[in-house]
Structure formats: structure tokens, C-alpha cells
């Protein structure tokens, strides 16, 4: 059993992909070849904005955006510890200082009644995530930045293809930025991300920086990276979009069952809350448990893949501490140590589906058994 099957996924879209690969390598534009305004025009069409920004990953998304609102040395980004480190890496590269605020127990999401009160004069923006696959509370969170004058960015590195309030993820603050990373729910077979937003002046700016910040051939007018996606993985990312809404449909599908099956098992196992607003396009289904390590072994003796996204918050972690209090955002540091996610896919078959399960339940009364109190 693979963790995330994307073995499965190519031979159903083998056709597909192959043609738009050998069509790239055809014509031979690798670099800002016709496939990367083709994807740009789809992604902004399914996120209901004006431009997507095709860009060398994820991270780099997240860096251009800050770049285009053009972030200072000493200004401040509000987001959340709870997180993979590119979220708080491109704040830190660019000289800014992340301020954590800390989540949602329930979904692991930022607390967004919590934002507010973070705020002061240095704050320039804020950046909530998408976790798992679940929009976070964006209209709260609009509101606040509303009120103060500040950015929103939406990191949706795990959420492109979810919705919120009716609305596409990446299409529901300042700016949305998504992982093109294998892996994710839309995913290319290398890097690759793209940036999402509605401000002319920022889509400018993005397309400018991800150019070396060339305006035109040999004009630099700004500061920018080498940050363009290869035209070879805008070529994948078109294929696998022919049977994208199926795939969210499965994974949603796959999500509930999980849930159902957990329960019905008796495991000792939370569950995360899935807002009535919104829903989850589980690119990692994810748990909370007692005995994480002794349940992830016997996963492991069982066949069962597991992974912790993620076993520390980015205020443990040495690069991204400055100045914190490392007994603050105790839910994020809880979430820390209770966190594992189990195998999730689109291709993920019920009957591994129930592997899982019956191996979950046992692995955790196991665990249970293993530190319960000997008998008198």
C-alpha cells in the first residue's frame, strides 16, 4: 500500500499526459511555452479570479506574493505556527518576522478570533493555511484585514480544488497561492505553484518577478528570482485536470468514509471538524491520537504507511523562533504531538480503505494495552 498513490492516477490519464508531454517536447518551448497561459487560463477559471501566475512551486508562490506587496525588512506577517516552514521561510528570507497566532483545535486551522489582537503598526499582511485541505475562516479574517488595512494571503498549498462559503480556494483573499508538488490534490510531476488574485497591480508585479523582475527583454524594473514553471509540468498539470473533479469528488467520498469507518471501529481517535461552511479536499487525511509512536509502528509491522504533517511547530524550530515564547500556542504545540496522517488518494480502494481501519483500531488498542496498569 503506497501512501499517496500516484502510480495509479498516471495509468489512468497515461493518454493524456503522454500527449501533452510529446506535444511540449515537439515543439520545444520548455520555458513560457503555450501550456503555461493555457494552465494559467484554466486555474483562474476554476478559482473565479482574472489571473493565476504559474510559478516554480509552492514556495515560491508564497515568496512572490510578499515580493509583489512589496514587503520590508522589520514588517510583520501574521500566520500560523502550525504549518510546513516554507509558510514562515519566505517572511524570514525576505527579512520580515513571522507572528504566530495559534489554531483551532479542532481543525488545526488559525484561530482567526485570535488575529486581532496580534496585530500592530509593523503588521503588513496576513497569511492563513489551508490545512489538510480545509479553507480557514476567511470571511473573519477579510473582515479584520479589512479594518486594518492589510493584505491577505491565502496559503492553499493543500487546498486548491476546496470551497469555501461557495467559493473556490485560491479565489477568496488578496491573493491565493498553491503546490503543484506531486503529491497535492493537483499535482505536476516535479515543482511547481501558481499564484491567484483579482488586483491587476499585483498580477503585474508577480509575472514580473518570477522573471528576474524583467518588464521586458533585459528590462529589469524590480527585484525578482528566477521563479517560471516549466512548461513540461503546466503540460501534466493540464492532463491530470481532465478528471480533476472527479478526483475531489473521490477524495471528499474517501474523507467521509474514513470518518465513518473510524468511528464504527471504536478506535480512540479525534476526528477533524469540517466547518458546515466549507469543505475538505483531504490532501492528507489526517487524525489526533494518543500513543503516536507506538500506533505508528504497529502500522508500520501491519503494511500500513503513515506520516506526521508536522511534529513540531515553526515556533520550535530553530530558523523561525526569534523572539517567541516556546510555551506559546499551546494548541498548536498539542496538535504537534497527537497529529498522523494515514494513506489518502483519489486511487485509494475501499478495501485498503478498510486494511487501514481494522489496522488502526488494532494498532491503537495495542498501544492502549502496552502502557495500561498492571493489576494488583
Same mark, same amino acid.
Given at each position: 500500500?503506497? /501512501? ?21 517536447? #515537439? ?5 513560457? &511555452? =503555450? ?14 479570479? %482574472? ?10 508562490? !508564497? ?5 509583489? !506587496?512589496?514587503?520590508? =525588512? ?7 505556527? /502550525?504549518?510546513?516552514?516554507?509558510? @514562515? ?8 518576522? =513571522?507572528?504566530?497566532? #495559534?489554531?483551532? $483545535? ?21 497569511? +492563513?493555511?489551508?490545512?489538510? &485541505? ?10 479584520? @484585514? ?33 503546490? /503543484? /508538488?506531486?503529491? %497535492? ?18 498580477? %503585474? ?58 468511528? @464504527?471501529?471504536?478506535? *480512540? ?20 491520537? #494518543? ?19 508536522? +511534529?513540531? $511547530?515553526?515556533?520550535?524550530? *530553530? ?6 515564547? =516556546? ?6 504545540? @498539542? ?42
Amino acid at each position: 500500500m503506497q /501512501f499517496t498513490d500516484l502510480k495509479s492516477q498516471y495509468a489512468a490519464l497515461k493518454a493524456s499526459i503522454d500527449a501533452r508531454i510529446q506535444r511540449v517536447l #515537439d515543439h520545444g518551448q520548455y520555458i513560457m &511555452g =503555450p501550456e503555461v497561459a493555457e494552465m494559467e487560463a484554466a486555474l483562474a477559471a476554476r478559482a473565479g479570479v %482574472k489571473h493565476c501566475v504559474a510559478v516554480a512551486s509552492g514556495t515560491e508562490a !508564497l515568496l512572490i506574493a510578499l515580493m509583489a !506587496l512589496d514587503l520590508k =525588512p522589520g514588517d510583520e506577517v501574521i500566520t500560523t505556527p /502550525f504549518t510546513f516552514a516554507a509558510t @514562515a521561510e519566505v517572511i524570514v528570507l525576505l527579512g520580515g518576522q =513571522p507572528v504566530y497566532v #495559534d489554531i483551532e $483545535p479542532d481543525t488545526c486551522n488559525i484561530d482567526a478570533a485570535k488575529i486581532e489582537a496580534a496585530i500592530t503598526p509593523r503588521t503588513r499582511a496576513i497569511m +492563513p493555511v489551508s490545512l489538510y &485541505g480545509q479553507v480557514a475562516d476567511m470571511a473573519q479574517i477579510n473582515a479584520i @484585514a479589512a479594518r486594518h488595512g492589510l493584505a491577505v494571503i491565502e496559503d492553499a498549498a493543500q487546498s486548491f480544488g476546496a470551497s469555501y462559503q461557495g467559493k473556490p480556494s485560491c479565489g477568496v483573499s488578496t491573493i491565493g497561492c498553491t503546490s /503543484f /508538488f506531486p503529491s %497535492k490534490p493537483l499535482g505536476c510531476y516535479g515543482d511547481g505553484g501558481a499564484l491567484f488574485t483579482n488586483d491587476d497591480a499585483i498580477a %503585474k508585479a508577480a509575472r514580473e518577478i518570477r522573471v528576474h523582475g524583467q518588464s521586458a527583454r533585459y528590462t529589469h524594473t524590480r527585484l525578482g528570482v528566477g521563479g517560471r514553471m516549466d512548461t513540461l509540468q503546466c503540460a501534466v498539470v493540464l492532463g491530470k485536470l481532465e478528471r480533476f473533479d472527479w478526483e475531489i469528488a473521490r477524495r471528499k467520498a474517501l474523507g467521509d468514509r474514513y470518518g465513518a469507518l473510524i468511528q @464504527a471501529s471504536g478506535a *480512540p481517535v479525534q476526528l477533524l471538524t469540517v466547518r458546515p461552511d466549507r469543505d475538505c479536499v483531504w490532501a492528507q487525511y489526517t487524525v489526533m491520537l #494518543d500513543h503516536r509512536a507506538a500506533v505508528q509502528l504497529a502500522l508500520q509491522a501491519a503494511g500500513v504507511p503513515t506520516a506526521i504533517h508536522y +511534529p513540531k $511547530p515553526l515556533h520550535h524550530q *530553530p530558523a523561525y523562533a526569534a523572539g517567541c515564547d =516556546p510555551q506559546a500556542h499551546p494548541m498548536s504545540i @498539542a496538535a504537534s504531538q497527537r497529529v498522523m496522517s494515514l494513506p489518502m488518494s483519489a486511487d485509494l480502494t475501499e478495501a485498503d480503505q478498510d486494511r487501514v481501519v481494522a489496522a488502526l483500531a488494532q494498532a491503537c488498542a495495542q498501544a492502549a494495552a502496552a502502557v495500561a496498569p498492571v493489576a494488583a
